[in-house]
Protein backbone atom coordinates (compact mmCIF):
# COMPACT_ATOMS: atom_id res chain seq x y z
CA UNK A 1 0.00 0.00 0.00
CA UNK A 2 2.69 2.48 0.77
CA UNK A 3 5.06 1.57 -2.23
CA UNK A 4 2.10 2.21 -4.23
CA UNK A 5 1.42 5.71 -2.72
CA UNK A 6 4.75 6.70 -3.32
CA UNK A 7 4.15 5.61 -7.11
CA UNK A 8 0.96 7.45 -6.76
CA UNK A 9 2.98 10.24 -5.22
CA UNK A 10 5.69 10.23 -7.95
CA UNK A 11 3.19 9.58 -10.82
CA UNK A 12 1.30 12.94 -9.97
CA UNK A 13 3.39 15.62 -10.23
CA UNK A 14 4.73 14.20 -13.54
CA UNK A 15 1.28 14.15 -15.28
CA UNK A 16 1.10 17.62 -14.05
CA UNK A 17 4.58 18.38 -15.31
CA UNK A 18 3.45 17.13 -19.10
CA UNK A 19 -0.02 18.52 -18.66
CA UNK A 20 1.54 22.16 -18.19
CA UNK A 21 3.82 21.86 -21.05
CA UNK A 22 1.47 20.30 -23.70
CA UNK A 23 0.49 23.96 -24.92
CA UNK A 24 4.13 24.99 -25.31
CA UNK A 25 4.77 21.96 -26.94
CA UNK A 26 1.95 23.06 -29.49
CA UNK A 27 3.15 26.75 -29.34
CA UNK A 28 6.47 25.76 -30.16
CA UNK A 29 5.52 23.33 -33.16
CA UNK A 30 3.19 25.70 -34.52
CA UNK A 31 6.24 28.05 -34.96
CA UNK A 32 8.25 25.41 -36.04
CA UNK A 33 5.91 25.01 -38.85
CA UNK A 34 5.43 28.36 -39.68
CA UNK A 35 9.13 29.20 -40.02
CA UNK A 36 9.08 25.98 -42.31
CA UNK A 37 6.23 27.60 -43.98
CA UNK A 38 7.91 30.93 -44.23
CA UNK A 39 11.06 29.63 -45.57
CA UNK A 40 9.55 27.74 -48.18
CA UNK A 41 7.42 30.30 -49.66
CA UNK A 42 11.04 32.64 -49.18
CA UNK A 43 12.90 29.78 -51.55
CA UNK A 44 9.13 30.01 -54.11
CA UNK A 45 9.85 33.36 -54.09
CA UNK A 46 13.43 34.02 -54.79
CA UNK A 47 12.80 31.14 -57.41
CA UNK A 48 10.95 33.10 -58.94
CA UNK A 49 12.27 36.13 -58.98
CA UNK A 50 15.26 34.92 -60.63
CA UNK A 51 13.16 33.09 -63.22
CA UNK A 52 11.84 36.98 -63.89
CA UNK A 53 15.17 38.10 -64.17
CA UNK A 54 16.80 35.22 -66.50
CA UNK A 55 13.64 36.32 -68.84
CA UNK A 56 14.51 39.98 -68.73
CA UNK A 57 17.88 39.91 -68.39
CA UNK A 58 19.38 38.34 -71.74
CA UNK A 59 22.69 36.83 -72.44
CA UNK A 60 25.28 39.82 -73.09
CA UNK A 61 27.65 40.13 -75.97
CA UNK A 62 29.47 42.59 -73.64
CA UNK A 63 28.58 44.63 -69.77
CA UNK A 64 29.71 47.28 -69.04
CA UNK A 65 30.51 48.62 -65.34
CA UNK A 66 29.35 52.13 -65.28
CA UNK A 67 30.68 54.77 -62.41
CA UNK A 68 27.04 54.58 -60.71
CA UNK A 69 27.21 51.17 -60.17
CA UNK A 70 24.82 49.90 -62.93
CA UNK A 71 26.05 47.37 -64.78
CA UNK A 72 25.19 47.84 -69.07
CA UNK A 73 24.47 44.61 -71.27
CA UNK A 74 25.02 45.06 -74.17
CA UNK A 75 22.46 42.68 -75.76
CA UNK A 76 22.24 41.71 -79.73
CA UNK A 77 19.17 43.81 -81.21
CA UNK A 78 17.34 41.48 -82.40
CA UNK A 79 17.83 39.33 -78.68
CA UNK A 80 15.93 42.64 -76.93
CA UNK A 81 13.43 41.63 -74.10
CA UNK A 82 10.84 44.12 -75.31
CA UNK A 83 10.55 41.67 -78.57
CA UNK A 84 9.03 39.01 -75.91
CA UNK A 85 5.74 41.02 -75.78
CA UNK A 86 2.95 39.07 -77.24
CA UNK A 87 2.66 41.96 -79.83
CA UNK A 88 6.03 42.33 -81.12
CA UNK A 89 7.26 38.69 -81.59
CA UNK A 90 7.99 38.08 -85.13
CA UNK A 91 7.46 41.53 -85.87
CA UNK A 92 10.12 43.50 -88.66
CA UNK A 93 12.52 46.37 -86.51
CA UNK A 94 12.56 49.18 -88.26
CA UNK A 95 16.25 50.52 -88.33
CA UNK A 96 15.51 53.92 -88.28
CA UNK A 97 12.48 56.43 -89.36
CA UNK A 98 11.43 57.22 -92.57
CA UNK A 99 10.77 60.69 -92.21
CA UNK A 100 12.35 63.40 -89.25
CA UNK A 101 9.82 66.50 -88.73
CA UNK A 102 11.27 69.17 -90.95
CA UNK A 103 12.37 72.03 -88.40
CA UNK A 104 10.45 75.53 -89.03
CA UNK A 105 12.87 77.47 -86.33
CA UNK A 106 16.17 76.16 -87.33
CA UNK A 107 18.08 79.39 -85.97
CA UNK A 108 17.51 77.80 -82.21
CA UNK A 109 19.81 79.47 -79.74
CA UNK A 110 21.58 77.11 -76.83
CA UNK A 111 22.08 79.79 -74.35
CA UNK A 112 25.28 78.69 -72.40
CA UNK A 113 24.42 74.80 -72.12
CA UNK A 114 26.25 72.00 -72.11
CA UNK A 115 26.75 68.90 -73.42
CA UNK A 116 25.63 65.72 -71.36
CA UNK A 117 26.67 62.28 -71.46
CA UNK A 118 25.20 59.43 -69.54
CA UNK A 119 27.82 58.33 -66.89
CA UNK A 120 28.05 54.57 -68.45
CA UNK A 121 29.73 55.39 -71.04
CA UNK A 122 32.89 57.05 -69.49
CA UNK A 123 33.46 53.08 -69.05
CA UNK A 124 33.01 51.88 -72.61
CA UNK A 125 30.83 51.78 -75.54
CA UNK A 126 28.36 48.87 -77.00
CA UNK A 127 28.86 47.47 -80.13
CA UNK A 128 26.81 47.90 -83.47
CA UNK A 129 24.15 45.86 -83.90
CA UNK A 130 23.45 45.73 -79.76
CA UNK A 131 21.67 47.94 -77.28
CA UNK A 132 22.61 48.64 -74.10
CA UNK A 133 20.32 47.63 -71.16
CA UNK A 134 20.33 48.65 -67.61
CA UNK A 135 20.62 44.87 -66.20
CA UNK A 136 18.08 44.55 -63.50
CA UNK A 137 18.69 43.77 -59.90
CA UNK A 138 16.67 41.02 -57.57
CA UNK A 139 16.73 44.20 -55.29
CA UNK A 140 14.72 46.02 -57.72
CA UNK A 141 11.82 43.61 -57.92
CA UNK A 142 11.98 43.16 -54.00
CA UNK A 143 11.27 46.38 -53.94
CA UNK A 144 8.00 46.08 -55.96
CA UNK A 145 7.14 43.05 -52.94
CA UNK A 146 8.52 40.65 -55.19
CA UNK A 147 5.67 40.90 -58.09
CA UNK A 148 7.39 40.19 -61.98
CA UNK A 149 3.74 42.21 -62.75
CA UNK A 150 4.53 45.45 -60.81
CA UNK A 151 7.96 45.32 -61.55
CA UNK A 152 6.64 45.14 -66.09
CA UNK A 153 3.54 47.70 -65.29
CA UNK A 154 2.00 49.65 -62.52
CA UNK A 155 -1.69 48.73 -61.57
CA UNK A 156 -4.28 51.99 -61.32
CA UNK A 157 -4.29 51.82 -57.32
CA UNK A 158 -1.66 53.38 -55.04
CA UNK A 159 1.08 55.30 -55.94
CA UNK A 160 1.03 55.98 -59.78
CA UNK A 161 4.69 57.17 -61.12
CA UNK A 162 4.55 59.28 -64.16
CA UNK A 163 0.23 59.51 -64.52
CA UNK A 164 -0.25 62.30 -66.84
CA UNK A 165 -1.23 65.99 -65.43
CA UNK A 166 -4.96 66.52 -65.91
CA UNK A 167 -5.59 70.21 -65.55
CA UNK A 168 -7.98 70.70 -62.74
CA UNK A 169 -8.23 69.38 -58.71
CA UNK A 170 -5.68 67.34 -57.53
CA UNK A 171 -6.32 63.65 -56.76
CA UNK A 172 -6.01 61.39 -53.85
CA UNK A 173 -2.98 60.24 -54.68
CA UNK A 174 -1.01 63.33 -54.30
CA UNK A 175 0.52 63.44 -57.70
CA UNK A 176 1.77 67.77 -57.69
CA UNK A 177 2.18 69.12 -61.14
CA UNK A 178 3.53 72.04 -62.51
CA UNK A 179 3.18 71.78 -66.28
CA UNK A 180 2.41 73.88 -70.32
CA UNK A 181 0.14 71.73 -72.39
CA UNK A 182 -1.85 72.01 -75.82
CA UNK A 183 -5.17 70.15 -76.06
CA UNK A 184 -7.78 69.96 -78.94
CA UNK A 185 -5.52 68.13 -81.35
CA UNK A 186 -4.77 66.32 -83.48
CA UNK A 187 -0.95 66.35 -82.69
CA UNK A 188 1.72 63.90 -84.52
CA UNK A 189 4.81 64.77 -81.82
CA UNK A 190 6.32 67.19 -79.13
CA UNK A 191 10.15 68.55 -78.97
CA UNK A 192 11.15 70.72 -75.58
CA UNK A 193 15.13 70.97 -74.34
CA UNK A 194 14.86 70.23 -70.07
CA UNK A 195 17.19 71.24 -67.64
CA UNK A 196 18.95 68.77 -65.66
CA UNK A 197 19.20 69.33 -62.05
CA UNK A 198 19.12 66.82 -59.43
CA UNK A 199 16.51 67.77 -56.79
CA UNK A 200 16.61 66.41 -53.61
CA UNK A 201 13.74 63.50 -52.75
CA UNK A 202 12.70 63.42 -49.37
CA UNK A 203 11.06 59.93 -48.82
CA UNK A 204 12.30 56.88 -50.88
CA UNK A 205 8.95 56.42 -52.15
CA UNK A 206 8.15 59.88 -53.48
CA UNK A 207 10.05 60.82 -57.04
CA UNK A 208 10.85 64.39 -58.88
CA UNK A 209 10.79 64.00 -62.59
CA UNK A 210 10.50 66.68 -65.32
CA UNK A 211 9.17 65.23 -68.94
CA UNK A 212 7.51 65.10 -72.14
CA UNK A 213 3.78 63.42 -72.44
CA UNK A 214 2.10 62.63 -76.14
CA UNK A 215 -1.30 61.44 -74.69
CA UNK A 216 -4.75 60.43 -76.77
CA UNK A 217 -7.84 58.59 -75.52
CA UNK A 218 -9.65 59.50 -72.10
CA UNK A 219 -8.08 60.10 -68.67
CA UNK A 220 -10.59 57.57 -67.32
CA UNK A 221 -10.22 54.48 -68.61
CA UNK A 222 -8.70 54.41 -72.31
CA UNK A 223 -5.51 56.17 -71.66
CA UNK A 224 -2.76 55.92 -74.65
CA UNK A 225 0.45 58.11 -73.38
CA UNK A 226 4.33 57.88 -74.71
CA UNK A 227 6.53 59.92 -72.33
CA UNK A 228 10.08 60.34 -71.92
CA UNK A 229 12.02 62.62 -69.66
CA UNK A 230 14.51 63.05 -66.67
CA UNK A 231 13.32 61.37 -63.23
CA UNK A 232 15.11 60.90 -59.87
CA UNK A 233 13.54 58.12 -58.11
CA UNK A 234 15.12 56.77 -55.11
CA UNK A 235 13.11 53.34 -55.23
CA UNK A 236 13.58 52.18 -58.67
CA UNK A 237 17.21 53.00 -59.06
CA UNK A 238 19.03 52.77 -55.17
CA UNK A 239 20.46 56.26 -55.41
CA UNK A 240 19.74 59.86 -56.38
CA UNK A 241 20.63 60.35 -59.72
CA UNK A 242 19.12 62.18 -62.58
CA UNK A 243 17.91 59.40 -65.10
CA UNK A 244 16.76 59.15 -68.42
CA UNK A 245 13.53 57.24 -68.43
CA UNK A 246 10.70 56.33 -71.10
CA UNK A 247 7.41 54.90 -70.28
CA UNK A 248 4.10 54.23 -72.07
CA UNK A 249 0.29 53.26 -71.95
CA UNK A 250 -2.57 51.46 -73.43
CA UNK A 251 -5.82 51.85 -72.19
CA UNK A 252 -4.02 52.18 -68.48
CA UNK A 253 -1.96 49.43 -69.04
CA UNK A 254 1.32 51.51 -67.85
CA UNK A 255 4.80 50.27 -68.40
CA UNK A 256 7.32 51.47 -66.05
CA UNK A 257 10.60 53.04 -66.56
CA UNK A 258 13.09 50.57 -65.54
CA UNK A 259 10.78 47.78 -67.08
CA UNK A 260 11.76 45.81 -70.21
CA UNK A 261 9.41 47.06 -72.71
CA UNK A 262 10.10 51.25 -71.58
CA UNK A 263 10.72 51.57 -75.30
CA UNK A 264 9.14 48.89 -77.14
CA UNK A 265 11.85 48.74 -79.98
CA UNK A 266 15.44 49.75 -79.11
CA UNK A 267 17.67 50.96 -82.22
CA UNK A 268 20.51 53.12 -80.56
CA UNK A 269 23.64 51.27 -79.08
CA UNK A 270 24.89 54.87 -77.83
CA UNK A 271 21.59 55.67 -74.83
CA UNK A 272 20.76 53.69 -72.14
CA UNK A 273 17.03 53.88 -70.81
CA UNK A 274 17.11 54.41 -67.12
CA UNK A 275 21.24 55.18 -67.38
CA UNK A 276 22.22 58.38 -64.97
CA UNK A 277 22.87 61.38 -66.79
CA UNK A 278 25.90 64.04 -65.64
CA UNK A 279 26.73 66.98 -64.95
CA UNK A 280 23.60 68.51 -63.98
CA UNK A 281 22.86 72.43 -63.89
CA UNK A 282 24.12 74.10 -60.22
CA UNK A 283 22.50 77.32 -59.01
CA UNK A 284 23.98 80.92 -60.88
CA UNK A 285 26.54 78.29 -62.16
CA UNK A 286 27.02 76.09 -65.80
CA UNK A 287 23.42 75.22 -67.21
CA UNK A 288 23.22 71.41 -68.57
CA UNK A 289 19.87 70.24 -70.40
CA UNK A 290 19.10 67.30 -73.04
CA UNK A 291 16.29 68.22 -75.79
CA UNK A 292 14.04 65.26 -76.31
CA UNK A 293 11.56 64.95 -79.82
CA UNK A 294 8.32 62.28 -79.86
CA UNK A 295 7.35 61.87 -83.07
CA UNK A 296 4.89 59.72 -85.44
CA UNK A 297 6.54 58.44 -88.59
CA UNK A 298 4.51 59.60 -91.44
CA UNK A 299 5.10 56.27 -93.41
CA UNK A 300 4.79 53.63 -90.84
CA UNK A 301 2.52 55.32 -87.90
CA UNK A 302 5.37 54.30 -85.44
CA UNK A 303 6.23 56.78 -82.76
CA UNK A 304 9.85 57.62 -82.17
CA UNK A 305 11.83 59.02 -80.10
CA UNK A 306 15.07 61.18 -80.15
CA UNK A 307 17.47 62.36 -77.21
CA UNK A 308 19.89 64.79 -77.98
CA UNK A 309 21.45 63.64 -81.19
CA UNK A 310 20.58 59.95 -80.72
CA UNK A 311 17.63 57.77 -82.32
CA UNK A 312 17.07 55.76 -79.46
CA UNK A 313 13.71 53.57 -81.00
CA UNK A 314 10.11 53.50 -81.69
CA UNK A 315 6.74 52.32 -79.71
CA UNK A 316 5.16 50.41 -83.20
CA UNK A 317 1.53 52.26 -83.85
CA UNK A 318 0.09 48.56 -83.67
CA UNK A 319 0.68 48.65 -79.33
CA UNK A 320 -2.21 51.76 -79.34
CA UNK A 321 -5.84 52.51 -79.43
CA UNK A 322 -6.10 56.48 -79.98
CA UNK A 323 -2.09 57.00 -81.03
CA UNK A 324 -2.57 54.41 -83.53
CA UNK A 325 -4.04 57.62 -85.62
CA UNK A 326 -2.69 60.78 -83.81
CA UNK A 327 -2.42 62.59 -80.20
CA UNK A 328 -4.86 64.75 -78.65
CA UNK A 329 -2.82 66.51 -75.65
CA UNK A 330 0.46 67.59 -75.18
CA UNK A 331 2.22 68.46 -71.96
CA UNK A 332 5.61 69.50 -70.83
CA UNK A 333 6.09 70.06 -67.19
CA UNK A 334 7.31 68.47 -63.81
CA UNK A 335 5.48 66.29 -61.57
CA UNK A 336 6.60 65.04 -57.67
CA UNK A 337 5.06 62.50 -55.58
CA UNK A 338 4.05 64.12 -52.14
CA UNK A 339 3.35 60.82 -49.51
CA UNK A 340 3.34 63.81 -46.83
CA UNK A 341 5.41 62.46 -44.35
CA UNK A 342 4.77 63.32 -40.75
CA UNK A 343 1.17 64.77 -41.74
CA UNK A 344 2.93 67.88 -43.82
CA UNK A 345 3.69 68.45 -47.11
CA UNK A 346 7.25 66.73 -48.80
CA UNK A 347 10.35 68.69 -49.07
CA UNK A 348 10.68 66.63 -52.17
CA UNK A 349 11.67 69.69 -54.97
CA UNK A 350 10.95 69.95 -58.08
CA UNK A 351 12.86 71.04 -61.30
CA UNK A 352 15.81 72.89 -59.15
CA UNK A 353 13.89 73.37 -55.59
CA UNK A 354 13.52 77.33 -56.68
CA UNK A 355 10.44 78.78 -57.85
CA UNK A 356 10.07 79.97 -61.78
CA UNK A 357 9.89 83.72 -61.06
CA UNK A 358 13.74 82.96 -59.83
CA UNK A 359 14.75 82.84 -63.72
CA UNK A 360 17.54 81.72 -65.42
CA UNK A 361 20.29 79.82 -63.44
CA UNK A 362 18.38 79.43 -60.85
CA UNK A 363 14.76 77.73 -61.72
CA UNK A 364 14.33 75.31 -63.80
CA UNK A 365 13.59 75.67 -67.30
CA UNK A 366 11.80 74.18 -70.75
CA UNK A 367 12.51 75.48 -73.77
CA UNK A 368 12.20 75.64 -77.52
CA UNK A 369 8.88 73.82 -77.31
CA UNK A 370 7.30 72.31 -79.90
CA UNK A 371 4.75 70.29 -81.85
CA UNK A 372 4.66 67.84 -85.25
CA UNK A 373 1.58 68.80 -87.02
CA UNK A 374 -0.35 66.99 -89.91
CA UNK A 375 2.68 67.91 -92.51
CA UNK A 376 5.42 66.17 -90.60
CA UNK A 377 6.61 70.25 -89.72
CA UNK A 378 7.48 70.86 -86.02
CA UNK A 379 6.37 74.06 -85.17
CA UNK A 380 6.68 76.52 -82.41
CA UNK A 381 3.07 76.61 -80.31
CA UNK A 382 1.39 80.11 -79.75
CA UNK A 383 -1.39 78.77 -77.70
CA UNK A 384 -0.10 76.92 -74.69
CA UNK A 385 -1.48 77.52 -71.56
CA UNK A 386 0.09 76.52 -67.69
CA UNK A 387 -1.53 74.58 -64.68
CA UNK A 388 0.20 74.18 -61.39
CA UNK A 389 -1.20 71.51 -58.64
CA UNK A 390 -0.24 73.65 -55.93
CA UNK A 391 1.02 77.19 -57.04
CA UNK A 392 2.62 77.58 -53.01
CA UNK A 393 4.91 74.29 -53.65
CA UNK A 394 5.53 74.08 -57.16
CA UNK A 395 4.51 76.93 -59.84
CA UNK A 396 5.16 77.52 -63.76
CA UNK A 397 5.63 80.67 -65.89
CA UNK A 398 5.49 80.77 -69.14
CA UNK A 399 6.70 83.02 -72.16
CA UNK A 400 8.44 82.87 -75.69
CA UNK A 401 10.94 85.13 -77.74
CA UNK A 402 13.60 85.03 -80.51
CA UNK A 403 16.24 82.67 -78.57
CA UNK A 404 13.88 80.55 -76.63
CA UNK A 405 10.92 79.98 -78.93
CA UNK A 406 7.92 78.85 -76.46
CA UNK A 407 9.77 78.56 -72.89
CA UNK A 408 8.89 78.37 -69.15
CA UNK A 409 10.60 78.37 -65.72
CA UNK A 410 8.77 76.10 -63.37
CA UNK A 411 9.36 74.08 -60.29
CA UNK A 412 9.71 74.89 -56.58
CA UNK A 413 10.82 73.89 -52.87
CA UNK A 414 7.66 71.47 -51.87
CA UNK A 415 7.29 72.38 -48.04
CA UNK A 416 7.21 76.03 -46.91
CA UNK A 417 5.61 78.57 -45.18
CA UNK A 418 2.75 78.62 -47.66
CA UNK A 419 2.51 75.29 -48.10
CA UNK A 420 1.74 72.66 -45.63
Known sequence: M?????????????????????????????????????VARGTQELSRIQSGLRRINKPAVK???????????????????ALDHPKLKNKHIQESP??????TNPSE??????????????????????????????????????????YGQKSSGGVKPHSPAVPGPPTLNRHEHAISYLESGPYYGAKATINL???????PNEFSLSQIWVLGGSFEDDLNSVEAGWQVSPEIYGDTNPRFFTYWTVNHVK??????????????????????????????????????????????????????????????SYLFTHLALYATTLEWGGEVVNSEPDGRHTTTRMGSGVFAESGYGRASYFKNLGFVDSSNALRSPSDLQTFATYPDCYDILGASNSDWGAFFYYGGPGLNPLCR
Open 197 to 203: WKPGVQM
Open 255 to 316: YLIWDAFAIPCSTSNEIVIGGSISPVSSSNGLQYDITILIWKDPNTGHWWLEYGDYIVGYWP
Open 98 to 103: SLRPTR
Open 63 to 81: SIQSPDGDIIDCVLKLNQP
Open 2 to 38: KARGNVERRMYPCCVYVCLMLPCLGKYMALGSDLHLN
Open 109 to 150: KHTRTHKFIQSWSQNGHCPIDTIPIRRSKESEIRHMNGSLKI
